[in-house]
């Protein structure tokens, strides 16, 4: 009998330490998540439309991950204070303060704004950020907060219950107990759970913690659920709030023009024209983000750098592409982060001073380039060698339409784990095969994309190349020669294939190398000058363009190269088909720029143009650049670009507050 009964004893002993205690406290507290969330469809169902049982369970996997990290965020310290190993936290005190800890932030930072959210998602279909902490700084907040509160009483209702469950699921009245009485044992004990407490909230509050994972960002519930609509119903808070705090951007940019005087300096919506310079028709697509393909590693790029110098390049095989495609000799990148990279490349949408991808109003409704060719029967997808939701990448691929995601996962679901480079993912030149052999089993037309990982620190490339792969005069070189090898390797393999011939690939860096080597390329703007041209096999595409291009103009060109006939909303422009529009490049540093064939010219963030300074050997000047001018210059081409990229910055802080980037009916 005894023995039966301190069995039954143990677990009420262990859900009375100060383990069990918390374990059971952060329980109730992702119950209540749950039922805000709940609460959040079942007000917004109209929003949101039904869900069907398959989106069930990854709706719910998103969900406790990003309630993992509103956890974190809102009782981190809850957490840590829980298991200090100090006999202090037995005081009554102490533990008074941890009661209302728990209670008071939960039902504020938890419960209310969760179901506030409940109400403000009708207005403006995103979830509660760090911007309307701004909005909430105005006289009459508290009276709209009254007004709300009165219109949705039952919400207050449900904010009252959750908040008493909370205050009940503490069990105040329980005492706890450890079971590591005293001595060195409850020190070292509680010493080792506190830090096994702060590397698991670490993780929590990233979304992992291998070298692949960054910080877990809104756009990552896109993972989860192609609809950007259901993917706030993922999303929790504090997480949002925290998440966007120091990354808020309100549209702060000043109304130069009005809304009838903007469109007619910059539009992004385009209109396609009755007929194109080439019409390539309904071709598969591949598109290659290369990782720092700086445009100086080209000796057919930048023939000059490595004029007086034994090793001359180190893309030999993309330079021969080059060669028989259409090259971009001055394509510049329109970010200096890999994220950036992705909206501009796939979307046309650039990143001015907050990356795109990191604001709540990146999950606006869109229609980039992979949803518009899906909607003309194209199967998308996705590649990256880096885990299945690592880097923000898969996560913006879904919600610009992509369909399917492949990653390292499913690259060692087939070819096992010995291709893994211990860093980032798999090595590129296996990963690139594994690339093809995907693409020959996936229907006809198709769109893909593969985001490379090698050429990257810290710049190893695999065992069995080390001593044959140039070592070049910076330590990435010899990562760039791996990666144009394996590119030479997968046009080796699959080009004779009939999927091959039919496809127009596009080679384009993310951003510059951070080992530089060439003097220009240290300061602006040849540190954004990248590698980007096009290929098809068939050399149905040849030639060179000499004047500037950037990422954003790889979007509208590709439309216009595949016979598009849908007007479409793009920052950047068709090459071969839209001469009316700038040829420029623009970017933001500290301040916003735009590289025109004749100079720079810079705005400060209140739309003042700051100057503009000539190119060294400015390109004779076209209808969409103006002549060499000073900062004072009044000339007409000079003004005219000055108001086209104002509007051009307008338009982008506008279509941000609307959260739309559409083509506006």
Same mark, same amino acid.
């Given at each position: 009998?005894?023995?039966?009964?301190?069995?039954?004893?143990?677990?009420?002993?262990?859900?009375?330490?100060?383990?069990?205690?918390?374990?059971?406290?952060?329980?109730?507290?992702?119950?209540?998540?749950?039922?805000?969330?709940?609460?959040?469809?079942?007000?917004?169902?109209?929003?949101?439309?039904?869900?069907?049982?398959?989106?069930?369970?990854?709706? @719910?996997?998103?969900?406790?991950? =990003?309630?993992? %990290?509103?956890?974190?965020y809102a009782d981190g310290l809850f957490i840590l204070l829980s298991l200090l190993p100090l006999h202090l936290r037995e005081r009554r005190w102490y533990r008074g303060l941890l009661y209302g800890y728990y209670v008071v932030v939960n039902s504020l930072l938890v419960v209310a704004t969760n179901l506030a959210d409940t109400v403000?998602?009708?207005?403006?279909?995103?979830?509660?950020?760090?911007?309307?902490?701004?909005?909430?700084?105005?006289?009459?907040?508290? $009276?709209?907060?009254?007004?709300?509160?009165?219109?949705?009483?039952?919400?207050?209702?449900?904010?009252?219950?959750?908040?008493?469950?909370?205050?009940?699921?503490?069990?105040?009245?329980?005492?706890?107990?450890?079971?590591?009485?005293?001595?060195?044992?409850?020190? %070292?004990?509680?010493?080792? @759970?506190?830090?096994?407490?702060?590397?698991?909230?670490?993780?929590?509050?990233?979304?992992?913690?291998?070298?692949?994972?960054?910080?877990?960002?809104?756009?990552?519930?896109?993972?989860?659920?192609?609809?950007?609509?259901?993917?706030? @119903?993922?999303?929790?808070?504090?997480?949002?709030?925290?998440?966007?705090?120091?990354?808020?951007?309100?549209?702060?940019?000043?109304?130069?023009?009005?809304?009838?005087?903007?469109? $007619?300096? =910059?539009?992004?919506?385009?209109?396609?024209?009755?007929?194109?310079?080439?019409?390539?028709?309904?071709?598969?697509?591949?598109?290659?983000?290369?990782?720092?393909?700086?445009?100086?590693?080209?000796?057919?790029?930048?023939?000059?750098?490595?004029?007086?110098?034994?090793?001359?390049?180190?893309?030999?095989?993309?330079?021969?592409?080059?060669?028989?495609?259409?090259?971009?000799?001055?394509?510049?990148?329109?970010?200096?982060?890999?994220?950036?990279?992705?909206?501009?490349?796939?979307?046309?949408?650039?990143?001015?001073?907050?990356?795109?991808?990191?604001?709540?109003?990146?999950?606006?409704?869109?229609?980039? @380039?992979?949803?518009?060719?899906?909607?003309?029967?194209? &199967?998308?997808?996705? =590649?990256?060698?880096?885990?299945?939701?690592?880097?923000?990448?898969?996560?913006?691929?879904?919600?610009?339409?992509?369909?399917?995601? %492949?990653?390292?996962?499913?690259?060692?679901?087939?070819?096992?784990?010995?291709?893994?480079?211990?860093?980032?993912?798999?090595?590129?030149?296996? =990963?690139?095969?594994?690339?093809?052999?995907?693409?020959?089993?996936?229907?006809?037309?198709?769109?893909?994309?593969?985001? &490379?990982?090698?050429?990257?620190? +810290?710049?190893?490339?695999?065992?069995?190349?080390?001593?044959?792969?140039?070592?070049?005069?910076?330590?990435?070189?010899?990562?760039?020669?791996?990666?144009d090898q394996a590119f030479r390797r997968f046009f080796e393999r699959f080009g004779g294939e009939g999927w091959f011939r039919h496809t127009i690939f596009v080679f384009v860096a993310d951003h510059v190398s951070s080992e530089k080597f060439a003097e220009k390329t240290r300061s602006y703007p040849g540190n954004m000058h990248i590698?980007?041209?096009?290929?098809?096999?068939?050399?149905?595409?040849?030639?060179? %363009?000499?004047?500037?291009?950037?990422?954003?103009?790889?979007? +509208?060109?590709?439309?216009?190269?595949?016979?598009?006939?849908?007007?479409?909303?793009?920052?950047?422009?068709?090459?071969?088909?839209?001469?009316?529009?700038?040829?420029?490049?623009?970017?933001?540093?500290?301040?916003?720029?735009?590289?025109?064939?004749?100079?720079?010219?810079?705005?400060?963030?209140?739309?003042?143009?700051?100057?503009?300074?000539?190119?060294?050997?400015?390109?004779?000047?076209?209808?969409?650049?103006?002549?060499?001018?000073?900062?004072?210059?009044?000339?007409?081409?000079?003004?005219?670009?000055?108001?086209?990229?104002?509007?051009?910055?307008?338009?982008?802080?506008?279509?941000?507050?609307?959260?739309?980037? &559409?083509?506006?009916?």
């Amino acid at each position: 009998m005894e023995r039966t009964s301190r069995k039954t004893a143990l677990p009420s002993r262990l859900l009375r330490t100060p383990l069990g205690m918390l374990v059971w406290r952060l329980v109730v507290l992702y119950a209540v998540l749950m039922l805000c969330r709940l609460t959040f469809y079942l007000y917004n169902i109209a929003q949101l439309g039904p869900l069907s049982f398959g989106e069930i369970g990854p709706l @719910l996997a998103g969900a406790l991950k =990003f309630d993992t %990290v509103s956890v974190v965020y809102a009782d981190g310290l809850f957490i840590l204070l829980s298991l200090l190993p100090l006999h202090l936290r037995e005081r009554r005190w102490y533990r008074g303060l941890l009661y209302g800890y728990y209670v008071v932030v939960n039902s504020l930072l938890v419960v209310a704004t969760n179901l506030a959210d409940t109400v403000y998602f009708r207005y403006t279909q995103k979830r509660f950020t760090a911007d309307e902490i701004f909005f909430a700084d105005n006289d009459n907040s508290l $009276q709209l907060v009254g007004k709300f509160m009165a219109e949705n009483w039952y919400l207050v209702v449900v904010w009252a219950a959750l908040t008493a469950l909370l205050t009940w699921a503490y069990r105040r009245r329980v005492r706890e107990e450890s079971l590591l009485r005293g001595g060195w044992p409850y020190y %070292v004990g509680g010493t080792l @759970l506190l830090s096994l407490a702060a590397g698991l909230s670490i993780a929590g509050a990233r979304g992992g913690m291998t070298r692949m994972t960054r910080p877990i960002t809104l756009s990552n519930a896109t993972l989860y659920t192609s609809d950007s609509g259901k993917a706030n @119903l993922i999303l929790s808070n504090p997480f949002c709030i925290l998440r966007t705090a120091g990354n808020s951007e309100n549209g702060n940019f000043p109304r130069i023009f009005t809304e009838e005087e903007l469109p $007619q300096h =910059f539009t992004p919506e385009h209109q396609p024209a009755d007929s194109t310079s080439l019409n390539l028709g309904p071709r598969n697509i591949v598109i290659f983000i290369m990782e720092s393909m700086s445009a100086e590693h080209s000796a057919h790029l930048c023939p000059e750098v490595y004029a007086d110098l034994p090793q001359k390049g180190f893309t030999p095989f993309l330079d021969s592409l080059m060669r028989e495609g259409l090259t971009f000799r001055r394509m510049y990148a329109n970010g200096s982060r890999s994220i950036q990279a992705m909206p501009s490349v796939l979307g046309s949408i650039p990143s001015f001073r907050t990356p795109f991808v990191l604001m709540p109003q990146s999950l606006g409704r869109s229609r980039q @380039l992979p949803a518009m060719l899906a909607d003309r029967g194209y &199967t998308t997808a996705f =590649f990256c060698g880096s885990e299945h939701g690592s880097m923000g990448f898969g996560a913006y691929a879904r919600s610009a339409g992509v369909e399917r995601l %492949v990653s390292r996962e499913d690259y060692e679901a087939r070819h096992g784990t010995g291709d893994f480079d211990g860093y980032w993912g798999i090595w590129d030149e296996p =990963f690139l095969q594994f690339m093809g052999e995907e693409l020959a089993a996936m229907p006809e037309p198709f769109f893909a994309s593969l985001f &490379t990982l090698s050429s990257h620190h +810290p710049f190893v490339v695999p065992e069995q190349y080390a001593a044959t792969l140039p070592d070049g005069y910076t330590k990435i070189h010899k990562g760039v020669a791996y990666d144009d090898q394996a590119f030479r390797r997968f046009f080796e393999r699959f080009g004779g294939e009939g999927w091959f011939r039919h496809t127009i690939f596009v080679f384009v860096a993310d951003h510059v190398s951070s080992e530089k080597f060439a003097e220009k390329t240290r300061s602006y703007p040849g540190n954004m000058h990248i590698l980007g041209f096009m290929y098809t096999p068939d050399g149905a595409l040849r030639g060179e %363009v000499t004047e500037v291009t950037q990422q954003l103009d790889l979007m +509208p060109t590709l439309l216009g190269l595949t016979g598009n006939r849908e007007p479409y909303f793009a920052f950047g422009r068709d090459v071969l088909n839209e001469p009316q529009r700038p040829r420029w490049s623009v970017s933001y540093d500290g301040q916003f720029r735009a590289l025109t064939d004749d100079g720079i010219l810079t705005l400060d963030d209140a739309g003042n143009p700051l100057g503009f300074t000539p190119a060294v050997s400015a390109t004779p000047a076209t209808s969409a650049g103006p002549a060499p001018a000073g900062p004072g210059d009044s000339a007409p081409a000079a003004d005219s670009l000055v108001r086209r990229f104002q509007a051009l910055v307008q338009q982008y802080y506008g279509r941000i507050a609307q959260k739309n980037y &559409t083509v506006h009916d």
